[in-house]
C-alpha cells in the first residue's frame, strides 16, 4: 500500500544580473511526505496530513533571496506545490479542508 506523497515545484532562479534575467533557470524540487498512520477519512487525519503538506511546501519553495519578487516566487510556489499535492492525493477531508469541494456525506439507517 502507498504510504507517501511526492511534491513538487518547480522554482525559477537568478543571479540578479540583467544577462541572468533574461536567461532564467529553473530548478525542481521534491519532497516526500508520509501519510503512513493517519487515517485520511477522518478531521483529525486530513488535518495532520494537511499540516504535513504545507510544511513540505515550505522546504522545496524556500529561497534565501529576501527580495520582495522573490518573496512573491516564493509564496507563489507554495500555494501551487500544497494546491497541487493535495490534487494528486486525492483525499476528500484533505481537499475540504484546504478549501475545495467538501466530501458529500450520505445518511445512515
Known sequence: MKT???IGAALALTTGSAAAAAAEETEVRTARVSYAGLDLRTEAGG???L???RKAAN???FQF???AEALADERRCRRAAVDQA???LN???VTALHGGPAPIK???R
Open 91 to 93: 483525499a476528500p477531508v
Open 65 to 67: 533571496d529576501t527580495r
Open 86 to 88: 493535495v490534487s494528486d
Open 59 to 61: 522546504r522545496v519553495c
Open 51 to 53: 499540516k504535513r503538506i
Open 106 to 108: 450520505l445518511a445512515t
Open 4 to 6: 507517501f506523497l511526492m
Open 47 to 49: 488535518a495532520e496530513m
